[in-house]
Structures are given as structure tokens and as C-alpha cells.
């Protein structure tokens, strides 16, 4: 039995729980199967699909596009090394024809004290030089595997606020909605996510090699080009992630969403305005004490005088908690945009009647058991002594 | 015997059906616990809980991928981008230099007519030949179905065949590959598995030892992914001048991995225990090709796993449930201030125990120990104690009582 023992140490048996439940929200469940049941699409945005293409096919994309005059063209792909004038001389030069070009960056090396980024990675100089650039970072827990669900306005990197990706385009695009979504001043947001890339007009890239699609609908748009797969919408493990809108909110699933169409949910979440609030936590703590303490009083009172009835009502009211939560928690996000930061409170209200059963029916008889002894053995002696 | 030894025979009594009662209560709850999760809203729960085996730890925490050696019988090619003419070169190829069985886990489809027939012909030079076909709609239950997927016919004339499926019953995108079917039925009649039908050709001694064992469903002892076989890509062969002897007298799979194309397309991927996150949100790791060689090398060197049968997981779940009810007693008439402690602290080590004993048996000895109805009962026996004795006991007492005065 003895050679089993290391098995102990060496295995984390609450990891399967524990990826399982960090991987997931309640929020989720809304996202997952209540909400944008609609098939309405953001006609603002228009996806186009760069898959595997070379260069100089991406130039020849943006050539196409910008003949149809969009407002704003923003090209989520990093073009790091030069490839050779073939290539890289066609790209660069569609892009300076572009009236408004927004490129990623990356923002890297958080500095910890002052909690600004000290470094900046952008595309070649001779590809950003016509551009404009937001960062591309999602936030994204160490603990959650490419979940995406917030994400951050602005961060200081080399002591210049930057704008991200998706807030970027839209500033150029109605500037007036970017000044009242940063107005707000939260340093993130969650992302209101409208859909999958069937809420955007969507063109995959064999389109541009036929003569056959009309690409007049770009005309005053903003053009969102990035990969989204080798064609339209086939899954692969490149550049996804896992948002709240996966059918499956809990658990193993396909990744369901491309970066470049998150991104394009940011853009139209801001162009509606359609934002979440978040309770502070001060408040969520407050409540969660409140609601704690409020169970610890009813099962005094059960057990003073109904104690009968105290284990099956005890059991039954932490469930039926359990589950008005849940639905308070989803009713609030779905019709009044707020999150209810209440984690906290569902492990407590599980362990509730636990705690409060081993705090009266143990630990406190054995405190006040024990007491009488110890003050007997420290000031007994002269309490016998003062006594008449 | 003294009236004392009679109150304590009594009382003896009692316990051990007041124990019965509280036991069959737990076990009850247990059994009503997944009509908890059949709420459409919870549905994504039910799934995730329904996938989680205990013994997946074994893979991603205990096992060392190092050490476990690579299975040299079975090659692998990726014919992904082969035209029909390219795949009739590689065939050819690799036909001169006389593997002992071909299986192609791919479907090939018709297109120019002379570049398929001169894939026909090389097809029909290869001594032992199998195909891949998909079973459409079988019942996860009887694994019966009434229509098949396969090649073109012309492609699969001079062939054997075997079924693909991995999961039946289950949706690949939320389920993890731990076990597979060696047999189903197609209209009434049976039909091996491809993995089956491969080894037989290279060791049928090794496959009539498995459908001896007669299993519906045999649990995956995974070798590895794809580092574990030998691996090569189609479209390098034929662009190259290698010695392919290397492939005689072995298994030589073809099929599409996509391990060259520098990016995995999803829907060629499955979920499976080597997965280095073994729960929660993760990408799927491996191809139905790998999964298949896994399969053959299992099958070919014989190291199966065995698992618990369910009536003994119900037997042990009793038993447990049963001692922790007289432990609990016990503790209440001896000395009550220490249950709510003692009953967390047996249930935490006896958590522990069976947890720590279904990783380290599966480790040691390929036997999977169906504890999950232990562990549920252990969880719950402490809850279904406190309310048998001081919820349901003395209400029925009391009600019997009233009973008793009225007659």
C-alpha cells in the first residue's frame, strides 16, 4: 500500500473540478442560451477573410476593397518580417492608398509598480508607416484557457496611452460613441458580444479571385480583415478563442470564435452602446456577508425552535438560495446590464450549514467545555484562596 | 443475560436499521441527483460532469510519455493533398516493399477516369488491404445500424472492411475518446471495427484473444500521439528518394493527421484522456488516424484494461455508505460534540483513499475502479444521517406513537 502513497503528492485531484468550474461564469449561461436569439446583423461591419494568403493576394484584397471607398479599413495580422520585394512592395503600396488604415500592435513587459507596458510590437515600418495601430492583447486568465470575456480600452505602453484595436477603428468611424464609451473610465470592459460571423457582412477570400461578388456594400463601412479560417468559419486552433456565446458554456467544446470577429463584436457593442456595469466589490462583499449572516440567524432560529425541522429545511432553503441566485444573477444581466459579482457566495452558502453545525454542535462545546479547566488551572488557585 | 445485555442487544438492533434506513435513503438521493441536471439551462453541467473519469489524471499526471516506448509495427502516412495519382504512386511505392497490411482511413472519391483506374489496379496489388467506413446513426445501445459510408465502390471492391466510428451516441466536440466498439451490427449482421480488421491481418491470434474477451466496449489504453509511431508525410515520400524498408511486414495507415499543414482543422480531432488539460476548456488533441494506431497497438500487444463491473461499484457504494452510518452512530453515542468534525474528517480521507486508489490501480495494474456511486454516497451519507436522525426518525416516531394511543 505503502508504494501508492507518492501518488498522493503528485496528483491534484480537485484539478478536473477546479478547470472545469474557473473556466466558467454564470454570465455565461446568458450569453450561451438566452441572448441575440435574433438573427439581426451589424451592417457597420463588414469581415473579410485573409486565410493563408500570401501578401501580395492580401494586397490584392485591399486594392478591391478600397475602390469601394470603406470608411476605415483595419487589418488584424501582425507583418513582423520583410518577405521579399514581391511580396512586400504590393502590400505596402496598397496600403498607403488606404484613406484610413488601423494595424494591431502588441503591448508586452507589464511593469508591475507603475502598471504601464514597456514594450510595443508593431508590423514592419514599411507597413505601418501609412497606419494607425491599436493593441491586439485580450485579457485573458492565466487560469482560463483562451476565454475571452473582457477586455481593456486603453493601456500606457512607453508612456503614451494607446487605444486597443477595436476602440481605434471606431474612433475613426463615429468618434462621438468612442469619447462616451471611454468616458466611462472603467479600465475594462466586458465585451457584449452581438454573435459569430454570420452578425457581419462576411466576404472569404476565393471571393476576391472571382469576378462574380459585388463588393459595393464596403462603401462607408468599416472593414475588419483577418483570419478566419483556411475558408469561411472551418474551425482550427489558430487565432481562436473560447467566448461566452459557445453553445456549450461549461466544459469541453470547440473554441467558437476567431480574434478578428471578437474584435469586431467590441466594435459594434461600442457603435450601439450597448455597455455592462459592474456592482463595485465592496458592495458584492457586503452582500455576500449579509447573506451569510442572515442564514446563520435562521438556523438558530430553526434549531431553538423548530428543530425538527431544521436539517431538511436547512438543506432545501441553501438549494432553493442556490438557485434564486442564479436566476438574480442572469435576470440583472440580461434586462438591466449589470453583473453580480457573486462567486463568493455560492461556495459560502454551500458550506453554510457545515460551518454553522461544526461552529455550535463541536468547536463551541468544546470551547466552553474546555474553558472552565483552563481558567481553573490558571486562576484557580487564588480564586480558592479568595473565597471564604 | 442481564436486562443490560438486552438493552444493548436492542439497541444494537436498532442502529444497525436505523444504518438500513439512512443507507437506502443515500442511495435514493443518488439516484434522483441527475434529475437535478435535466433542466434545458443546466444541460451544458450534465455534459461536462458525464465526461469526467477520475483515471484521466493517470494520463496527464502519472504518466511519464518518456519512458513509454514508441510502437515500431505501425506507420503512419499523412496523404493529405494527394490527388488520386499521388496516392497510386505512393501505393505502389510502398506495395514493393511489402508491408504486411494496408489500411487507408480516408475516403477516396471518383474523379478522372483513368487516374482512378490506375488507382484501382494499384489497390488491387496489395496483399491485405482494409478501409475505413463510417456506420450512419448506430444505437449507442445495441450498435446496430441500417446504412454505412464508405469509398467508391470501385475503390473498395478487392478490400476488407471496418468501421470508424469512435464515438456512438456522443457529440465529439464535448466528449472524450476512452473507449471503442470492436464489433457492431449492420442490418443484423457483424462487422469488425477498422482497428480490428487491421491487427487481424498483422496478428490474428492477438484479435481472436480480444473478441474472445467479449466486450461491447474496450477501454483505450493509450499508447501516445503521433511521436509514438513511426510518422511520415505522402507528399514528402513521393517528392524524395527514402527506403521505405523500414515499412516491410509492418501495419502502414493511411489518412489525414494534418500535422504538416501547420495549423489542425478542429473537426479532424478528438478529445482524449492524453490531453494535457483533462477537464475545463482545452483544444482537441489528436486525429482519428493516431486514435486508430493506438487502437491496432493495443489490440496487437494485448494490454487491455479491465474494469470494475457495476454491481460491484453499487456492492462498494453500500458498504461504504453503510459503515459511515454506524461510524456516525457510533460517534454520536459516545461522544456528539465531535461529529461534525468527524464526519468531515472521514469523509475527506475516505475521498481521498478511493480517489488516490482508482488513479494508483489504474497506474499498477489496468483496472478501472468504478467509484463514483462511492463517492457520491460518502458525500451524502453525512447529510442523509443528520436528517434520518434528527428530521425523519422522530417525526415517524412521533407519528406512530399518536397511532399506537388512538388504537
Known amino acids: 500500500m505503502l508504494k501508492f502513497l507518492p501518488i498522493f503528492f503528485q496528483i491534484d485531484f480537485l484539478d478536473p473540478i477546479q478547470n472545469t468550474l474557473q473556466d466558467f461564469q454564470i454570465t455565461d449561461i446568458a450569453f450561451s442560451q438566452l441572448m441575440h436569439q435574433d438573427s439581426s446583423i451589424d451592417s457597420n461591419i463588414v469581415l473579410v477573410n485573409i486565410s493563408n494568403l500570401e501578401r501580395r493576394d492580401v494586397a490584392r484584397q485591399i486594392d478591391i476593397l478600397n475602390r469601394h471607398k470603406p470608411k476605415i479599413i483595419g487589418v488584424d495580422g501582425f507583418f513582423r518580417e520583410l518577405q521579399g520585394v514581391d511580396q512586400d512592395i504590393p502590400l505596402a503600396r496598397a496600403f498607403s492608398e488606404v484613406d484610413r488604415l488601423v494595424l494591431v500592435s502588441k503591448i508586452s513587459n507589464l511593469n508591475p509598480q507603475t502598471r504601464t507596458w514597456d514594450s510595443l510590437e508593431t508590423s514592419q515600418s514599411l507597413f505601418n508607416r501609412y497606419s494607425h495601430d491599436g493593441y491586439s492583447n485580450f485579457i485573458i486568465n492565466d487560469d482560463q484557457f483562451r476565454t475571452v470575456r473582457i477586455f481593456t480600452p486603453v493601456q500606457v505602453a512607453l508612456d503614451t496611452p494607446r487605444l486597443a484595436f477595436a476602440v481605434e477603428i471606431a474612433k475613426y468611424y463615429r468618434p462621438e460613441a468612442v469619447q462616451k464609451f471611454l468616458s466611462r473610465g472603467n479600465e475594462t470592459e466586458i465585451i457584449n458580444f452581438l454573435g459569430n460571423s454570420e452578425r457581419f457582412l462576411t466576404f472569404d477570400y476565393k471571393q476576391f479571385f472571382t469576378d462574380s461578388t459585388d463588393f459595393s456594400i464596403v462603401k462607408d463601412k468599416i472593414v475588419l480583415m483577418g483570419y478566419i479560417g483556411p475558408t469561411l468559419n472551418v474551425l482550427t486552433n489558430e487565432d481562436m478563442f473560447f467566448t461566452p456565446m459557445n453553445d456549450k458554456y461549461v466544459g469541453k467544446s470547440y473554441p467558437d470564435m476567431y480574434g478578428v470577429v471578437v474584435w469586431a463584436n467590441i466594435i459594434s457593442m461600442i457603435l450601439r452602446g450597448e455597455y455592462y456595469y459592474q456592482i463595485p466589490e465592496i458592495i458584492s462583499q457586503i452582500l455576500t456577508i449579509l447573506i451569510i449572516f442572515s442564514n446563520m440567524v435562521l438556523f438558530s432560529y430553526l434549531r431553538e425552535k423548530r428543530e425538527s425541522l431544521y436539517e431538511p429545511v436547512s438543506i432545501i432553503w441553501t438549494f432553493v438560495q442556490l438557485f434564486l441566485l442564479i436566476f438574480l444573477i442572469l435576470g440583472v444581466f440580461y434586462f438591466f446590464n449589470l453583473e453580480l459579482k457573486f462567486e463568493g457566495v455560492f461556495f459560502a452558502l454551500f458550506i453554510s450549514k457545515q460551518a454553522y453545525e461544526t461552529w455550535v454542535d463541536s468547536l463551541k462545546v468544546m470551547i466552553i467545555g474546555t474553558m472552565p479547566r483552563i481558567y481553573m488551572k490558571f486562576f484557580g488557585k487564588k480564586t480558592r484562596d479568595a473565597m471564604p | ?407
Open chain 2, 1 to 407: 443475560m442481564t436486562r443490560l445485555d438486552n438493552l444493548k442487544r436492542y439497541r444494537l438492533k436498532m442502529l444497525i436499521w436505523d444504518g438500513l434506513i439512512s443507507t437506502a435513503l443515500t442511495l435514493l438521493s443518488i439516484a434522483m441527483l441527475p434529475l437535478v441536471l435535466e433542466f434545458k439551462l443546466l444541460e451544458s453541467f450534465k455534459v461536462a460532469f458525464s465526461d469526467f473519469q477520475i483515471t484521466d489524471a493517470n494520463y496527464s499526471d502519472l504518466r511519464d510519455p518518456s519512458i513509454i516506448a514508441a510502437d515500431e509495427n505501425i506507420v503512419i502516412i499523412d496523404i493529405e493533398r494527394l490527388t488520386n495519382q499521388g496516392l497510386t504512386m505512393l501505393i505502389t511505392k510502398l506495395n514493393s516493399y511489402q508491408p504486411k497490411v494496408i489500411g487507408i482511413d480516408h475516403d477516396l472519391e471518383i474523379g478522372n477516369e483513368l487516374e482512378d483506374l490506375a488507382l484501382v489496379n494499384a489497390l488491387s496489388e496489395i496483399k491485405n488491404l482494409v478501409f475505413s467506413e463510417l456506420l450512419i446513426n448506430p444505437n449507442p445501445s445495441t450498435l446496430e445500424c441500417d446504412s454505412i459510408n464508405t469509398s467508391d465502390s470501385i475503390f473498395i471492391v478487392n478490400s476488407d472492411r471496418g468501421f470508424s466510428n469512435l464515438l456512438i451516441g456522443k457529440d465529439k466536440r464535448y466528449y472524450t475518446v476512452r473507449e471503442f466498439y470492436p464489433e457492431a451490427y449492420l442490418n443484423g449482421e457483424k462487422i469488425l471495427s477498422f482497428p480490428v480488421m487491421v491487427a487481424k491481418y498483422f496478428d490474428s491470434a492477438a484479435v481472436d484473444k480480444l473478441l474472445k474477451r467479449g466486450l461491447k466496449s474496450e477501454i483505450i489504453n493509450y499508447r501516445g500521439n503521433i511521436s509514438k509511431f513511426y510518422f511520415q508525410y505522402g507528399l514528402s515520400i513521393l517528392e524524395g528518394d527514402q527506403d521505405l524498408e523500414f515499412v516491410k511486414d509492418k501495419i502502414v495507415l493511411l489518412g489525414v493527421d494534418g500535422f504538416f499543414r501547420g495549423y489542425d482543422k478542429l473537426k479532424d480531432l478528438y478529445f482524449t484522456p492524453m490531453n494535457e488539460r483533462s477537464s475545463g476548456r482545452t483544444f482537441p488533441d489528436m486525429s482519428g488516424l493516431v486514435i486508430h494506431a493506438n487502437l491496432i497497438s493495443m489490440i496487437c500487444s494485448g494490454s487491455y484494461c479491465e474494469s470494475m463491473p457495476s454491481w460491484l461499484s453499487y456492492l462498494i457504494a453500500i458498504i461504504l455508505c453503510f459503515t459511515n452510518m454506524m461510524i456516525f452512530s457510533y460517534i454520536c453515542i459516545a461522544n456528539k460534540k465531535w461529529f461534525e468534525i468527524g464526519s468531515l474528517l472521514i469523509f475527506v480521507v475516505e475521498s481521498m483513499i478511493i480517489l488516490g486508489l482508482t488513479v494508483a490501480i489504474f497506474d499498477s495494474f489496468n483496472y478501472q475502479m468504478k467509484l463514483t456511486e462511492a463517492l457520491f454516497a460518502i458525500a451524502l451519507s453525512v447529510f442523509m444521517f443528520q436528517i434520518y436522525n434528527e428530521s425523519l426518525k422522530p417525526l415517524f416516531t412521533r407519528a406512530y406513537r399518536k397511532l399506537l394511543k388512538k388504537g
